[in-house]
């Protein structure tokens, strides 16, 4: 019988939860616990680490897991390499539900960049007003920028003093996607943002903000995403469901690791 293992946090996650229990198929939605308030799912939900590789072998073997699907955020790397690593150990098949990496378009003005360090050296050394949208946990490597003043959007209230710049450096908005293009375009402006840091996430939950930034010419600096193992990948979550059934995936769909 299958008994999917699904490793959650992105929308598409949240979509293949709900076709999983329209369907009936049996699963268990797995939260890091990073967020202090997750979304309600309709599944049975876990939130927390395994205990590394083995931890997630011995959950797999415990509880019967026939199917892992990877639907964590493409910047989740070290959670996607260890269930690439642990279901090969466990022999349980596993599949990516990954979405595209944004490209950009005609009047973009981005700056490659292949990590945070990387994105923090980008930036001008004069003063500038940043939205720096690239989570909470990678607030750090900008920590040494404090000439600049930064426009953060986090999902959750962060603790005081938690942040790495004085107050008076930081306006704060606390929210939770999807943001539209004319919102974005309306926060940039009321904040006088002059550049923009973003993870190549992909999707079109947060893709607003690089509408807005090219409205305004604005730079962005985009981290590119981390590489991972290859493995199968998919965008789209009828082909996950048909892979749950048939145990393939259609030739559209690849199988790679990321670039």
């Not at 946090?9 to 939605?29: E, Y």
């Not at 509880?63 to 150990?89: K, L, N, W, Y």
């Amino acid at each position: 019988m299958t008994h999917v293992l699904l490793l959650g946090g992105t929308t598409g996650a949240s979509q293949l939860a709900q076709a999983l229990h329209q369907a009936g198929v049996p699963a268990v939605f797995s939260y890091a616990g990073v967020t202090q308030a997750p979304l309600a799912q309709p599944l049975p939900v876990r939130v927390g680490g395994f205990g590394g590789v083995p931890g997630l072998v011995q959950y797999l073997v415990d509880h019967g897991i026939t199917h892992v699907v990877d639907a964590t955020h493409p910047f989740a790397a070290q959670m996607s390499r260890r269930a690439c690593e642990a279901c090969a150990m466990a022999g349980v098949p596993l599949l990516a539900l990954e979405r595209a990496p944004w490209q950009p378009g005609p009047g973009d003005r981005w700056i490659d960049v292949p990590d945070m360090a990387a994105a923090a050296a980008a930036l001008p050394a004069e003063a500038t007003r940043v939205f720096l949208a690239v989570g909470r946990k990678q607030l750090q490597a900008f920590a040494g920028l404090g000439q600049h003043h930064y426009l953060l959007r986090l999902v959750d209230d962060p603790e005081p003093g938690s942040l790495p710049w004085p107050d008076a450096a930081v306006d704060l908005e606390v929210g939770r996607g999807p943001f539209s293009a004319e919102h974005d375009l309306a926060l940039l402006r009321a904040h006088r943002v002059q550049w923009l840091v973003a993870k190549n996430a992909g999707g079109e939950a947060t893709r607003g903000k690089l509408d807005a930034a090219r409205a305004l010419g604005l730079p962005v600096v985009m981290v590119q995403r981390p590489a991972l193992p290859q493995r199968a990948r998919t965008e789209d979550v009828g082909a996950v469901m048909r892979w749950l059934r048939h145990g393939v995936l259609p030739s559209e769909d690849v199988s790679a690791g990321t670039p």
